[in-house]
Nanobody, 122 residues
Framework: QLVESGGGLVQAGDSLTLSCAVS????????WAWFRQAPGREREFVAR?????????AYADSVRGRFTVSRDNPKNTVSLQMNSLKPEDTAVYFC????????????????WGQGTQVTVSS
């Protein structure tokens, strides 16, 4: 089970950290990604990290340099640190997992959280 938290209402320029708590399995078993869906738009890739044997990460162009995806193995959580937030970052954010495919396609991720709302006011 994946449960996101940390969303909220912030102003442009603020920071937020989203967390994805994992129960039932170790986060080390999976590759992880964050996606988001803004109102009236399709869900889009935000960031991903490979399984622990690789430190590879990747980001959408729109968030690169502002967002950072990371793992906390003792807490069994995956986080998304979001800095310098913009109104266009407003969306429901989802964490997702698969068994190792390093992909930006949501179709490659069979496991999903319920989402957490992030709203950035101008």
């Amino acid at each position: 089970q994946l449960v996101e938290s940390g969303g909220g209402l912030v102003q442009a320029g603020d920071s937020l950290t989203l967390s994805c708590a994992v129960s039932g399995r170790s986060i080390s078993s999976f590759a992880w990604a964050w996606f988001r869906q803004a109102p009236g738009r399709e869900r889009e890739f935000v960031a991903r990290t490979a399984r622990p044997m690789s430190s590879s990460t990747a980001y959408a162009d729109s968030v690169r340099g502002r967002f950072t995806v990371s793992r906390d193995n003792p807490k069994n959580t995956v986080s998304l640190q979001m800095n310098s937030l913009k109104p266009e970052d407003t969306a429901v954010y989802f964490c997702a997992a698969n068994y190792g495919a390093f992909s930006t396609s949501e179709n490659q991720y069979p496991f999903w959280g319920q989402g957490t709302q992030v709203t950035v006011s101008s």
